[in-house]
């Protein structure tokens, strides 16, 4: 009994030095159902790295979707195409397949405020965490302070590299808010620097013809900012009434033929907060600045 209690920690022992935790919790539990199944070790063997190969899976996905630092956890799989319908669906879930990123190309959501470009670009972002890929969230005028930061602590060397690290980039809202020259220089160089190396994904509501005013007027620099964006682009324009508008007038139609549903906005709020969005993995702080170094 004393010499097979010592095996049993031996092997815990050598399954945490090689940091395999599932096996580790799961390893008895599959014994005995290989012992009942009359399976071989090979079977047993095959189970329990395909326990903990799938387990890792998880978690690493779970971690690129942190690290993404998205603003809300949007699914194409919500998006609601019948209310945008000159949208071509076919090609939203192509390019959710994620191949434009190995290809270094890049998606311009162009369309109106409330239209589903942010939508649309976080869903297609998630699943490309899903599949590997390493994604950052940012919106335009984040990124320019951003910049503007590292640029006061000296630290533009580590911000560059460590978007060289990412595969994917949104930068949402471009054309919100104009920039002055500092900025727009600064976002030029972001843009310069992902040109070919790192894929992005940008939602603006401007036609490129009005880009200048957002990059302080300067047609030069916005020429050849368009000029490396554009080089390989999925142009996606979308046009017609506010999604979210709509969205929100469906969902209270549907409520108000439901009065069950319709009395539960009468009801007093959960007092527990809404849960923090998605912060960056490990030790990286909570706002959307990539400076500091990844943990890996």
Same mark, same amino acid.
């Given at each position: 009994?004393?010499?097979?209690?010592?095996?049993?920690?031996?092997?815990?022992?050598?399954?945490?030095?090689?940091?395999?935790?599932?096996?580790?919790?799961?390893?008895?539990?599959?014994?005995?159902?290989?012992?009942?199944?009359?399976?071989?070790?090979?079977?047993?063997?095959?189970?329990?790295?395909?326990?903990?190969?799938?387990?890792?899976?998880?978690?690493?996905?779970?971690?690129?979707?942190?690290?993404?630092?998205?603003?809300?956890?949007?699914?194409?799989?919500?998006?609601?195409?019948?209310?945008?319908?000159?949208?071509?669906?076919?090609?939203?879930?192509?390019?959710?397949?994620?191949?434009?990123?190995?290809?270094?190309?890049?998606?311009?959501?162009?369309?109106?405020?409330?239209?589903?470009?942010?939508?649309?670009?976080?869903?297609?972002?998630?699943?490309?965490?899903?599949?590997?890929?390493?994604?950052?969230?940012?919106?335009?005028?984040?990124?320019?302070?951003?910049?503007?930061?590292?640029?006061?602590?000296?630290?533009?060397?580590?911000?560059?590299?460590?978007?060289?690290?990412?595969?994917?980039?949104?930068?949402?809202?471009?054309?919100?808010?104009?920039?002055?020259?500092?900025?727009?220089?600064?976002?030029?160089?972001?843009?310069?620097?992902?040109?070919?190396?790192?894929?992005?994904?940008?939602?603006?509501?401007?036609?490129?013809?009005?880009?200048?005013?957002?990059?302080?007027?300067?047609?030069?620099?916005?020429?050849?900012?368009?000029?490396?964006?554009?080089?390989?682009?999925?142009?996606?324009?979308?046009?017609?009434?506010?999604?979210?508008?709509?969205?929100?007038?469906?969902?209270?139609?549907?409520?108000?033929?439901? &009065? !069950? #549903? *319709? %009395? +539960?906005? /009468? $009801? @007093?709020? =959960? &007092? !527990? #907060? *809404? %849960? +923090?969005? /998605? $912060? @960056?993995? =490990?030790?990286?702080?909570?706002?959307?600045?990539?400076?500091?170094?990844?943990?890996?």
């Amino acid at each position: 009994m004393n010499e097979r209690m010592n095996e049993r920690l031996l092997l815990q022992s050598y399954l945490r030095t090689l940091r395999l935790p599932t096996m580790l919790r799961e390893y008895v539990q599959v014994a005995r159902q290989c012992a009942e199944q009359n399976t071989d070790y090979e079977e047993f063997l095959e189970r329990l790295t395909e326990q903990e190969i799938l387990n890792r899976s998880v978690k690493a996905t779970a971690r690129r979707l942190k690290l993404a630092n998205f603003p809300a956890p949007k699914e194409l799989s919500d998006f609601r195409f019948s209310a945008v319908p000159h949208l071509n669906k076919q090609k939203m879930l192509e390019l959710a397949r994620c191949e434009f990123i190995a290809k270094k190309s890049n998606i311009v959501f162009l369309g109106p405020p409330g239209v589903g470009k942010t939508h649309l670009s976080i869903g297609i972002a998630r699943e490309a965490c899903r599949r590997g890929h390493r994604v950052r969230f940012f919106t335009a005028a984040g990124l320019v302070n951003i910049y503007l930061e590292a640029r006061e602590e000296r630290k533009l060397l580590r911000l560059e590299a460590n978007i060289r690290r990412s595969d994917l980039i949104i930068i949402d809202e471009l054309g919100y808010i104009p920039l002055d020259k500092v900025g727009a220089e600064h976002l030029f160089g972001f843009f310069s620097q992902c040109y070919e190396q790192v894929s992005l994904i940008v939602t603006t509501n401007l036609p490129f013809a009005q880009w200048p005013q957002t990059f302080a007027g300067d047609e030069r620099l916005t020429g050849a900012l368009l000029d490396r964006l554009t080089h390989r682009v999925n142009i996606v324009d979308i046009q017609g009434e506010s999604y979210r508008l709509g969205a929100s007038l469906a969902d209270r139609e549907g409520l108000s033929e439901n &009065p !069950k #549903q *319709d %009395s +539960l906005q /009468d $009801q @007093p709020e =959960d &007092p !527990k #907060q *809404d %849960s +923090l969005p /998605d $912060q @960056p993995e =490990d030790s990286h702080p909570t706002n959307d600045n990539p400076s500091e170094p990844e943990t890996t």
